[in-house]
């Protein structure tokens, strides 16, 4: 059982529990098919709590190798990005929109896809194995999700349209590669 203390093992601690984010993101994806979206916001929730333990576990085992970071970015891209987007399109766009709307919901996804994926890139490449910085500049990936989800109960709870839903989503799309200072938890 040495290699889950170990920094160089794939298989360390820290990154087993990325691998639970990632399954529990892969879970939630499922969820949405089925449109379940009960089940689907729990298997999120689970993977946003393993997504912060990994990385109190990785600094606090030392355990923080450049593997860990481009598989936690990948979990990230997976939890925190495709599945709030998939998650609102399936329950907000798809009940609420049609005809243009539908496009534009389309188009304002495939956005909001690709700042995600933008931001989670530029973290890896300005990442310190084992460095935390007392600020993020932009909003981080899960703080992204969370607001989502903040969305998606507004309108799930008729407090805003479909239509306020794919502003909402533009502007979190934006702030995740904006300069704005998010302290680090």
Known sequence: M????TATSHFNL??????VNITAG????????QNNFFVAIIFAWIGGAFDIFDGKIARKYKLSNEFGIQLD????????????VFLIFQAVYTTSLSGMW???AAIISIYYVISGLRRLIHFNIN????EVSKFFTGVPTPLGAILLWLVYL???YALIPAFAVLGLMILIGW???STLKVPHP
Do not use: Q
């Open 73 to 84: 970015s990948f979990a990230d891209f997976l939890s925190f990005v495709l599945v709030p």
């Open 14 to 19: 820290a990154n087993l529990f990325t691998f």
């Open 2 to 5: 040495k290699f889950l203390y």
């Open 154 to 156: 507004a309108h799930t």
């Open 26 to 33: 892969l879970s939630a994806t499922y969820f949405i098919t």
């Open 102 to 104: 539908m496009i534009a």
């Open 127 to 130: 990442a310190n194995a084992g």
């Open 175 to 177: 702030s995740l590669n």
